[in-house]
């Protein structure tokens, strides 16, 4: 008999894609099962389902956020249990920890996509110039100085208005390779180090010396603003995540390439921020479960892992089963998985998950640094006072 | 409801028959705001009684509202977005409504030529979507695409621009000035149709007896549309201390920088609904809601009980 | 006005006022217009210029005409908030008058009672809502719109109509009453028409929020049957990436109905005047 | 149909008491007229009958029934407004078709006797147009016309004609008094103007700050006026009022205080007569002329003459009052038989 | 000061002219009274002389200067309204000082014209209160008092006293003659009384569908009427009008076409006289009689007799006309002389 059945998602950017490639690729396989995708405004997400998976309105499908968002609703009950998902087995752990209990027993979403942490360039402007990609700090501030004095574009597109961009393109990208990646996000964790250690000042110290960098008025600059100003020619570097990939290309009417996060030292082992951002769960209440399943594990294969991936370059498969990438930049982000380490955002588990939220405390003290109202320490310091009023490592 | 129908004793001493018009002029507006408004909104107010515990909704008496006060950074974040709150209100009743009323008392100027278009053009904003006032504002004042610079430059004020919104001094008296520009339409609008009402006999004769102008103005309308006055400060009173909006479209929900433009609203919105990666906390959000609830009362009830009792009404 | 009661100077002042306020208010609308019509690199490269031949670009209309069907979202929006006007001009009215002509015990009560709703959002009674709305049948229905706006546009109704209706003359209520109208003629033939300027006002107030609010018809009636403009428009705005030839377009279509919406209720404020009270 | 009776009705706003104890009885058909100086409570007394403000205390009977508690509107009376109280929004015609609209009075039958009314009050131009657009004498006009278009059994004038012009309001008056014959309906009616009191009233109150002088015939008011009040208020020009002492052997009867004598009861010859006096104001009216003595006997004394008379000021004349037409009033105002 | 010139004034509403051509002069504190039927643009000619409404073409001139583009305030006028027009807001007294405190009268010289102006017009218990406190009769006097405290050049007085009793009416017409007399301001002053308009003028304008029929003084108008709209007006009751050929030899002179004689011009017996006539209707107003007549010869006639006379319905009596003051009309209804 018809089911029908509703996707949950906060990515209105993607409807098209859902509506011209993805769904119909279902369908065709799956006669009998008819699939909508109801985007929303991003903003709007969290609150809206919950409202709705509270009144028993909600799609059978439920986009996930990773982490303590969806752990949470499983934990009311909202999501259903996934482990015996046909498919759930093409994921590492890595990739399932975002939606997976605390315990490591219980996965409840099917991850779908992370994203990967770098700089993206003007390759024109590049050559002009005649610079080079830098792979240490030292070449990076040097670049940054040589492209201000040329004048023409100004060196790196970000501003600290929305706030998420300073931490997010800020902080979480350069600072991994500070703290260590996995390693320091663990023992933060574990309460072995602090926010106000060395490790963890250093990349706001590095942000500090961004300021002259950016545009004229970069603290009304908006996330949009930084884009276009990018995509427009006029600036040389951003600092970026994945997702711009498949925007970018659509705008810009120049080259560009990419770098990771560049080191300390020469040699120094590198690290990048590759975080798993899209998971899709099951609406515990919905009405039709047995469907849903079966788009579920159908999301889950290897399939939909190449469509999704190619659609969207820049949203990478979390899928054992290696993706082969047409687009060359989202190919290029995906090389750095070779030869740096992968990490999550440092706030994104467990200790992102009490009042203050610390991601957020990141966001505002990040641009706080950037800014120049606060110093290093001083934000170090809040955040660590924030993360300590409700968090208490186990021992 | 059942103590409508009869009258109050001490004005008539002999009683009267029932009188249901009344209840049947209130039943409708009654039922629908009762069911639809007031149980729900009790239906989550009750929530500030109640906490979280292992997933298990309990009681727990007023503890919310003690650690809203006594936690630090809670309280700090009230009272940073209760201030800032003030000051959003009190540039509204600075800018906001006398603007609307000059502009009410220089449309209702007899036999103005074009007065529909000024007024239709002036309450074009206030019909617009926050999302489009949020996108157009940030953009004229982008210091990047150069709107507001350039055309200060025509002026000769180049050197007086600067990325407002981004700065904690200027952003929240940015963002007020924007909703004063989105809103003028509605004091505007209520003081133009006060004035209206005022028969045109008596301005006549203000006009023989030399009262004419801005003292006609301050000496005879003014008085006449005091009631109306009132009703625009209490509104925006409500308006401001339940504001949210516009400052979530052109501040984000973060209300920055650095939560300098975090009024109430903003910090309720946050709290109750959750915001990225931070959960909505119900209870907490419940219980600022309930302190809002409050305040606003206290203003309304002042209002109600205290100032519309002794601004007194004509009947024209 | 007579000449006599006019000089040129003054009302010159008053136009150059006016001008410039209008200006003002207009000014960031037509931004809002004129980047509606311009391709995306040509809003942000110069974002004042009027659309050039080859800046002018109707990709943003396009995306929101090929997206979903706009009409009938026009169509939905229209019908939430016209019926939801008439309901709360209809109910608040009633209730207004109930309360400013006649004195009863818990007058005041009530009144502050039916003021409580413009004190708190009542987004914050959602889950309520919603599930109420299961309860009784009604999600993914305009009727459910309907309601909820109703309740909430009935405060500040009531509390605006009040206090004009005090302002009609006894005389011409005892009229009323001696010529034998029942207290519901009073009301709909003499009050009604006389507070005509008051109900245009509170009409436009009670539309603006109506026409733009995206969040219950998010929740309350998403389907694609039931969705409104500002629904319709808000999908164009992304996650990372906002269309905003999109969001502009969608956004100047549906400025247009709630114009003529306000320019119709204006009209009646301007009738008001002409039947001006007497004596 | 349309019997009142009001017994020791009071009313007061706030601590102002504004009637104080009326008492009052008129009889079904009857016309009764309320005079009084302004603010002494007549448009009051008329609001407090129509059921527009409650009496502090009191009873009022309609048809013998307390209608205390019966709304306006079911008073079955019919009130024209001082400020005529028309309904801006509506047409004259409108104006005055409404209450039997509301009645559910068949459209023709409206038709009919709104244009009755308006032929009658000259109203028939105006029809379509607003109480905005109306001279004061038309609003007035209005005012009456949807009072009588509803034919009820007890009508309530509130000085009805006060801003008509003499043509108009003899004209009005007799539909008015036309109208009562007709309708048989009772009709109480506060006016100014002592010619409509005097021609149409059955029976003339006299009200004074709140409380009745005098209730009496028109001619009883004027030929017999209980006191001083009465007799200074029915008449115009006023009686002159003489100290009796002043007059020596003619006023020097027992209790008598004061002397009443109207001005058309003085004769005026400038030989001889039992006053002297010089004319220090003659008043030309055409039909009538108003000359105001100083006498030497009797104080400031006005005499009212029939038709023109050369009298200027500074004449030196005689007056000499009519004997029969003397008034006496003792120490307490009071008329003496 | 307070001379006015009005040349070829007219003035429409829509395409309604209410005022058809108004050539009138008055001269320095002159006391000009305005009569006319209701709507005939008495109010409309003050509201355009006060410049509250715009001529629609002519001339006005205030003191030889023309004052079309005049505000009203700059008029130097005060001006009553026939609705009162009080600032509901403001008590009686500041009603009345208002003008004043806008002017920049010194506070004891404010105090001291209003005291003046409020005892003058009985108001000193009101002078806290509002204007919705107060009765008709008192809101008029408040409007008369908002006006005389400024004594400006020139008064605009729109029905002034229509609500007052005959007592304070007579004493606020000697008030305001004495205002005139004093202040040698200007009146422009219109009235449906028949006895203010004879009393205080010195011209009177006849006003009668937007034009003027006659400009003269009281007695002029009253003894040589131009014509018959005039002496019909003029005159209370109205003069008798007999078409000429029905009188026979008495009218049958030249172009005669109408007869007129006033009431007061016919004298009565039961034995014998000119008309036989039965009497149909009759008023006893005290001071006066009134008697309506069918005749066989002039129709219905009005005779008004001084005093009480007995005569009652059904009398058969015989009229005799004074020839002295009989008018004629020719077929334009114009006086021959
Ligand atoms: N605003 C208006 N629009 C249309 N017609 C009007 C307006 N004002 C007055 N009129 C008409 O103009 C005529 C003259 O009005 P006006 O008020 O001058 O009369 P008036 O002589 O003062 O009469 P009254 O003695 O009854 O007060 C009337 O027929 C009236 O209906
Ligand atoms: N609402 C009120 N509040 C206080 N006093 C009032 C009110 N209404 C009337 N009065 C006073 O009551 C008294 C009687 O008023 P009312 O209107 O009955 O007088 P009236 O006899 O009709 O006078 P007029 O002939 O002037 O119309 C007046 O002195 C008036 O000032
Ligand atoms: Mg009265
Ligand atoms: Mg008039």
């Given at each position: 008999?018809?089911?029908?059945?509703?996707?949950?998602?906060?990515?209105n950017?993607?409807?098209?894609?859902?509506?011209?490639?993805?769904i119909?690729?279902?369908?065709?396989?799956?006669?009998?099962?008819?699939?909508?995708?109801?985007?929303?405004?991003?903003?709007?997400?969290?609150?809206?389902?919950n409202?709705?998976?509270?009144?028993?309105?909600?799609?059978?499908l439920?986009?996930?956020?990773?982490?303590?968002?969806?752990?949470?609703?499983?934990?009311?009950?909202?999501?259903?249990?996934?482990?015996?998902l046909?498919?759930?087995?093409?994921?590492?752990?890595?990739?399932?920890?975002?939606?997976?209990t605390?315990?490591?027993?219980?996965?409840?979403?099917?991850?779908?996509?992370?994203?990967?942490?770098?700089?993206?360039?003007?390759?024109?402007?590049?050559?002009?110039?005649?610079v080079?990609?830098?792979?240490?700090?030292?070449e990076?501030?040097?670049?940054?100085?040589?492209?201000?004095?040329?004048?023409n574009?100004?060196?790196?597109?970000?501003?600290?208005?929305d706030?998420w961009?300073?931490?997010?393109?800020?902080?979480?990208?350069?600072?991994?390779?500070?703290?260590?990646?996995?390693?320091?996000?663990?023992?933060?964790i574990?309460?072995?180090?602090?926010?106000?250690?060395?490790?963890?000042?250093?990349?706001?110290?590095?942000?500090a010396?961004?300021?002259?960098?950016?545009?004229?008025?970069?603290?009304?600059?908006?996330y949009?603003?930084?884009?276009?100003l990018?995509?427009l020619?006029?600036?040389?570097?951003?600092?970026?995540?994945?997702?711009?990939?498949?925007?970018?290309?659509?705008?810009?009417?120049?080259?560009?390439?990419?770098?990771p996060?560049?080191?300390?030292?020469?040699?120094d082992?590198?690290?990048?921020?590759?975080?798993?951002?899209?998971?899709?769960?099951?609406?515990?209440?919905?009405?039709n479960?047995?469907?849903a399943?079966?788009?579920?594990?159908?999301v889950a294969?290897p399939?939909?892992?190449?469509?999704?991936?190619?659609?969207?370059?820049?949203?990478?498969?979390?899928?054992?089963?290696?993706?082969?990438?047409?687009?060359?930049?989202?190919?290029?982000?995906?090389?750095?998985?070779?030869?740096?380490?992968?990490?999550?955002?440092?706030?994104?588990?467990?200790?992102g998950?009490?009042?203050?939220?610390?991601?957020?405390e990141?966001?505002?003290?990040?641009?706080?640094?950037?800014?120049?109202?606060?110093?290093?320490?001083q934000?170090a310091?809040?955040?660590?006072?924030?993360?300590?009023?409700?968090?208490?490592?186990?021992? | 409801?059942?103590?409508?129908?009869?009258?109050?004793?001490?004005i008539?001493?002999?009683?009267?028959?029932?009188r249901?018009h009344?209840?049947?002029?209130?039943?409708?507006?009654?039922?629908?705001?009762t069911?639809?408004?007031?149980?729900?909104?009790?239906e989550?107010?009750?929530?500030?009684?109640?906490?979280?515990v292992?997933?298990?909704?309990v009681?727990v008496?007023?503890?919310?509202?003690i650690?809203?006060?006594?936690?630090?950074?809670?309280?700090?974040?009230?009272?940073?977005?209760?201030?800032?709150n003030?000051?959003?209100?009190?540039?509204?009743?600075?800018?906001?409504?006398?603007?609307?009323?000059?502009?009410?008392?220089m449309?209702?100027?007899?036999?103005?030529?074009?007065?529909?278009?000024?007024?239709?053009?002036?309450?074009?904003?206030?019909?617009l979507?926050?999302?489009?006032?949020?996108?157009?504002?940030?953009?004229?004042l982008?210091?990047?695409?150069?709107?507001?610079?350039?055309m200060?430059?025509?002026?000769?004020?180049?050197?007086?621009?600067?990325?407002?919104?981004?700065r904690?001094?200027s952003?929240l008296?940015t963002?007020?000035?924007?909703?004063?520009?989105?809103?003028v339409?509605?004091?505007m609008?209520?003081?133009y149709?006060?004035l209206?009402?005022i028969?045109?006999?008596?301005?006549?004769?203000?006009?023989c007896?030399?009262?004419?102008?801005?003292?006609?103005?301050?000496?005879i309308?003014?008085?006449?549309?005091?009631?109306?006055?009132?009703?625009?400060?209490?509104l925006?009173?409500?308006?401001?201390?339940?504001?949210?909006?516009?400052?979530?479209?052109?501040?984000?929900?973060?209300?920055?920088?650095?939560?300098?433009?975090?009024?109430l609203?903003?910090l309720?919105?946050?709290?109750?609904?959750?915001?990225?990666n931070?959960?909505?906390?119900?209870?907490?959000?419940?219980?600022?809601?309930?302190?809002?609830?409050?305040?606003?009362?206290?203003?309304?009830?002042?209002?109600?009980?205290?100032?519309?009792?002794r601004?007194?009404?004509?009947?024209? | 006005?007579?000449?006599?009661?006019?000089?040129?100077?003054?009302t010159?002042?008053?136009?150059?006022?006016?001008?410039s306020?209008?200006l003002?208010?207009l000014?960031?609308v037509f931004?809002?217009?004129?980047?509606?019509?311009?391709s995306?690199?040509?809003?942000?490269?110069d974002p004042?210029?009027?659309?050039?031949?080859?800046?002018?670009?109707?990709?943003?209309?396009?995306?929101?005409?090929?997206q979903?069907?706009?009409?009938?979202?026009?169509?939905?929006?229209m019908?939430?908030?016209?019926?939801?006007?008439?309901?709360?001009?209809l109910f608040?009215?009633?209730?207004?008058?109930?309360?400013?002509?006649?004195?009863?015990?818990?007058?005041?009560l009530?009144?502050?009672?039916?003021?409580?709703?413009?004190?708190?959002?009542?987004?914050?009674?959602t889950?309520?809502?919603?599930?109420?709305m299961?309860?009784?049948?009604?999600?993914?229905?305009?009727?459910?719109?309907?309601?909820?706006?109703?309740?909430?546009?009935?405060?500040?109704?009531?509390?605006?109509?009040?206090e004009?209706m005090?302002?009609?003359?006894?005389?011409?209520k005892?009229?009323?009453?001696?010529?034998?109208?029942?207290?519901?003629?009073?009301f709909?033939?003499?009050?009604?028409?006389?507070?005509?300027?008051?109900?245009?006002?509170?009409?436009?107030?009670?539309?603006?929020?109506i026409?733009?609010?995206?969040?219950?018809?998010?929740?309350?009636?998403p389907?694609e049957a039931?969705?409104?403009?500002?629904l319709?428009?808000?999908?164009?705005?992304?996650?990372?990436?906002?269309?905003?030839?999109?969001?502009?377009?969608?956004?100047?279509?549906?400025?247009?109905?709630?114009?003529?919406?306000y320019?119709i209720f204006?009209?009646?404020?301007?009738?008001?005047?002409?039947?001006?009270?007497?004596? | 149909?349309?019997?009142?009776?009001l017994?020791?009705?009071?009313?007061?706003?706030?601590?102002?008491?504004?009637?104080?104890?009326?008492?009052?009885?008129?009889?079904?058909?009857?016309?009764?007229?309320?005079?009084?100086?302004?603010?002494?409570?007549?448009?009051?007394?008329?609001?407090?009958?129509?059921?527009l403000?409650?009496?502090?205390?009191?009873?009022?009977?309609?048809d013998?029934?307390?209608?205390?508690?019966?709304p306006?509107a079911?008073?079955g009376?019919a009130?024209?407004?001082?400020?005529?109280?028309?309904?801006?929004?509506?047409?004259?015609?409108?104006?005055?078709?409404?209450?039997?609209?509301?009645a559910?009075?068949?459209?023709?039958?409206?038709e009919?006797?709104?244009?009755?009314a308006?032929?009658m009050?000259?109203?028939?131009?105006?029809?379509a147009?607003?109480?905005?657009?109306?001279?004061?004498?038309q609003?007035?006009?209005?005012?009456?016309?949807?009072?009588?278009?509803?034919?009820?059994?007890?009508?309530?004038?509130?000085e009805?004609?006060?801003?008509?012009?003499?043509?108009?309001?003899?004209?009005?008056?007799?539909?008015?008094?036309?109208?009562?014959?007709r309708?048989?309906?009772?009709?109480?009616?506060?006016?100014?103007?002592q010619?409509?009191?005097?021609?149409?009233?059955?029976?003339?109150?006299?009200l004074?700050?709140?409380?009745?002088?005098?209730?009496?015939?028109?001619?009883?008011?004027?030929?017999?006026?209980?006191n001083?009040?009465?007799?200074?208020?029915?008449?115009?020009?006023?009686?002159?009022?003489?100290?009796?002492?002043?007059?020596?052997?003619?006023?020097?009867?027992?209790?008598?205080?004061?002397?009443?004598?109207?001005?058309?009861?003085?004769?005026?010859?400038?030989e001889?007569?039992?006053?002297?006096?010089k004319?220090?104001?003659?008043?030309?009216?055409?039909?009538d002329t108003?000359l105001?003595?100083?006498?030497e006997?009797?104080?400031?004394?006005?005499?009212?003459?029939?038709?023109?008379?050369?009298?200027?000021?500074?004449?030196i004349v005689?007056?000499t009052?009519?004997?029969?037409?003397i008034?006496?009033?003792?120490?307490?105002?009071?008329?003496?038989?």
């Amino acid at each position: 008999q018809d089911a029908s059945l509703t996707i949950e998602s906060w990515r209105n950017d993607d409807l098209s894609i859902w509506q011209e490639k993805l769904i119909p690729a279902f369908e065709a396989k799956n006669p009998g099962i008819k699939v909508t995708f109801a985007p929303m405004a991003p903003t709007e997400y969290n609150s809206a389902v919950n409202a709705k998976l509270e009144a028993g309105t909600a799609g059978d499908l439920i986009t996930c956020r990773p982490f303590d968002l969806s752990l949470a609703m499983f934990q009311k009950g909202q999501l259903a249990p996934l482990n015996d998902l046909d498919g759930i087995k093409n994921f590492s752990d890595t990739a399932k920890s975002a939606w997976t209990t605390d315990d490591g027993k219980t996965t409840f979403c099917v991850p779908m996509a992370s994203v990967i942490h770098g700089f993206i360039y003007n390759k024109k402007a590049f050559e002009e110039l005649k610079v080079e990609v830098p792979k240490t700090e030292d070449e990076f501030f040097a670049l940054l100085d040589k492209i201000k004095a040329d004048g023409n574009y100004i060196p790196l597109a970000m501003g600290t208005k929305d706030q998420w961009e300073a931490a997010t393109m800020g902080y979480y990208n350069i600072g991994p390779n500070d703290w260590k990646g996995e390693e320091g996000r663990k023992a933060l964790i574990a309460g072995t180090q602090k926010l106000t250690d060395a490790d963890w000042v250093e990349p706001y110290k590095t942000l500090a010396k961004w300021k002259p960098y950016l545009g004229d008025g970069f603290e009304a600059q908006t996330y949009p603003d930084s884009q276009n100003l990018f995509t427009l020619g006029r600036a040389a570097i951003y600092p970026a995540g994945s997702w711009e990939i498949a925007p970018f290309k659509a705008q810009a009417d120049f080259e560009m390439g990419a770098f990771p996060p560049p080191v300390k030292k020469a040699g120094d082992t590198c690290y990048i921020s590759d975080h798993n951002d899209i998971g899709i769960g099951l609406n515990a209440k919905g009405k039709n479960p047995e469907a849903a399943k079966k788009f579920l594990a159908w999301v889950a294969s290897p399939e939909f892992a190449t469509l999704y991936a190619n659609s969207l370059p820049g949203f990478f498969s979390l899928n054992s089963t290696a993706v082969k990438m047409e687009d060359p930049l989202a190919q290029e982000f995906v090389s750095w998985r070779q030869n740096c380490k992968p990490t999550i955002r440092p706030s994104a588990a467990i200790v992102g998950r009490g009042q203050p939220n610390l991601d957020l405390e990141m966001w505002r003290v990040s641009a706080n640094v950037i800014n120049g109202s606060e110093t290093p320490e001083q934000a170090a310091a809040e955040t660590q006072k924030g993360l300590d009023s409700w968090y208490k490592p186990a021992k | 409801m059942s103590d409508i129908d009869t009258a109050d004793p001490e004005i008539a001493p002999i009683k009267r028959p029932a009188r249901w018009h009344i209840l049947v002029f209130l039943a409708p507006a009654f039922l629908v705001y009762t069911a639809v408004m007031i149980l729900p909104l009790i239906e989550t107010l009750r929530l500030s009684l109640y906490n979280l515990v292992d997933n298990q909704t309990v009681f727990v008496g007023l503890s919310n509202f003690i650690t809203l006060f006594s936690d630090p950074r809670l309280a700090a974040n009230f009272w940073n977005a209760l201030w800032n709150n003030l000051i959003f209100f009190v540039i509204h009743m600075l800018v906001q409504n006398p603007i609307g009323v000059a502009l009410a008392a220089m449309l209702s100027v007899p036999k103005l030529r074009f007065a529909t278009f000024y007024r239709t053009a002036i309450f074009v904003p206030t019909l617009l979507s926050f999302v489009i006032v949020g996108f157009i504002w940030k953009l004229i004042l982008s210091p990047i695409w150069g709107i507001a610079p350039s055309m200060m430059d025509l002026v000769g004020l180049k050197w007086a621009f600067a990325p407002w919104l981004g700065r904690p001094e200027s952003a929240l008296i940015t963002v007020s000035l924007i909703s004063v520009w989105q809103y003028v339409g509605i004091p505007m609008m209520l003081i133009y149709a006060a004035l209206l009402n005022i028969p045109e006999e008596v301005l006549e004769a203000a006009e023989c007896d030399g009262i004419t102008g801005w003292s006609q103005f301050w000496k005879i309308k003014l008085p006449l549309i005091l009631p109306s006055i009132g009703i625009i400060s209490i509104l925006t009173f409500v308006g401001n201390f339940n504001a949210f909006d516009l400052v979530y479209t052109v501040q984000g929900a973060l209300a920055g920088p650095d939560g300098s433009t975090d009024i109430l609203g903003t910090l309720l919105y946050r709290t109750f609904f959750g915001f990225q990666n931070q959960m909505g906390d119900r209870s907490m959000g419940a219980t600022i809601a309930t302190v809002m609830f409050l305040i606003i009362l206290a203003g309304v009830s002042l209002y109600l009980f205290v100032i519309q009792r002794r601004i007194r009404r004509y009947q024209f | 006005m007579a000449k006599a009661r006019t000089s040129y100077l003054r009302t010159g002042l008053i136009h150059l006022a006016l001008i410039s306020y209008t200006l003002i208010a207009l000014f960031p609308v037509f931004l809002t217009l004129v980047n509606s019509f311009k391709s995306r690199n040509a809003i942000f490269r110069d974002p004042m210029a009027i659309p050039t031949p080859s800046t002018f670009s109707l990709v943003g209309y396009e995306t929101v005409l090929k997206q979903g069907d706009f009409f009938g979202y026009f169509q939905n929006s229209m019908i939430v908030t016209v019926v939801s006007i008439a309901f709360v001009l209809l109910f608040g009215a009633m209730a207004a008058f109930a309360l400013s002509e006649y004195r009863f015990r818990g007058n005041l009560l009530m009144g502050l009672y039916l003021a409580l709703g413009i004190m708190i959002p009542i987004r914050l009674g959602t889950v309520a809502i919603l599930q109420g709305m299961v309860a009784a049948g009604l999600v993914n229905t305009l009727t459910a719109l309907v309601l909820v706006y109703t309740a909430q546009g009935l405060p500040l109704a009531i509390f605006i109509l009040s206090e004009f209706m005090r302002t009609v003359s006894d005389d011409l209520k005892n009229a009323g009453r001696i010529d034998g109208l029942s207290e519901y003629a009073i009301f709909f033939r003499l009050v009604l028409p006389l507070v005509r300027p008051a109900m245009a006002t509170v009409a436009v107030f009670t539309m603006i929020p109506i026409w733009n609010d995206l969040w219950f018809p998010l929740i309350l009636a998403p389907g694609e049957a039931t969705k409104t403009v500002t629904l319709g428009a808000q999908m164009f705005i992304g996650q990372f990436v906002t269309n905003w030839n999109a969001v502009l377009s969608a956004l100047s279509l549906a400025i247009l109905p709630v114009l003529v919406l306000y320019v119709i209720f204006s009209r009646q404020l301007i009738r008001g005047i002409t039947s001006g009270a007497v004596k | 149909m349309g019997s009142l009776q009001l017994s020791s009705i009071r009313k007061a706003f706030g601590d102002h008491e504004v009637l104080k104890g009326i008492d009052l009885d008129v009889k079904e058909g009857e016309f009764v007229i309320f005079v009084g100086p302004s603010g002494c409570g007549k448009s009051t007394l008329l609001r407090v009958i129509a059921g527009l403000e409650d009496a502090s205390s009191g009873s009022i009977r309609i048809d013998g029934q307390e209608v205390a508690t019966v709304p306006p509107a079911k008073r079955g009376i019919a009130m024209v407004f001082q400020s005529y109280a028309l309904y801006p929004h509506l047409t004259v015609k409108d104006n005055m078709g409404l209450g039997l609209k509301q009645a559910g009075t068949p459209k023709p039958e409206i038709e009919q006797r709104v244009a009755k009314a308006s032929s009658m009050l000259s109203l028939d131009p105006y029809l379509a147009r607003r109480p905005a657009e109306l001279s004061g004498g038309q609003r007035q006009r209005v005012a009456i016309g949807r009072a009588i278009v509803r034919e009820p059994s007890l009508f309530l004038f509130d000085e009805p004609l006060s801003n008509l012009d003499a043509a108009l309001r003899v004209q009005t008056r007799l539909e008015i008094a036309r109208l009562h014959r007709r309708l048989k309906a009772t009709m109480i009616y506060v006016t100014h103007d002592q010619v409509e009191a005097m021609t149409l009233a059955d029976k003339i109150v006299v009200l004074n700050a709140g409380a009745i002088e005098q209730i009496g015939s028109p001619m009883d008011l004027y030929n017999k006026p209980a006191n001083i009040f009465v007799a200074g208020f029915i008449g115009s020009p006023q009686m002159n009022f003489i100290p009796a002492e002043k007059l020596g052997e003619a006023g020097a009867q027992g209790a008598v205080k004061t002397i009443g004598i109207r001005p058309e009861h003085i004769a005026l010859s400038r030989e001889s007569g039992d006053w002297k006096g010089k004319v220090i104001h003659a008043e030309h009216l055409g039909a009538d002329t108003i000359l105001y003595l100083e006498t030497e006997t009797a104080d400031l004394v006005t005499v009212r003459l029939f038709g023109e008379h050369r009298y200027a000021a500074d004449d030196i004349v005689f007056a000499t009052p009519d004997k029969a037409s003397i008034h006496r009033f003792d120490a307490n105002d009071r008329a003496i038989a």
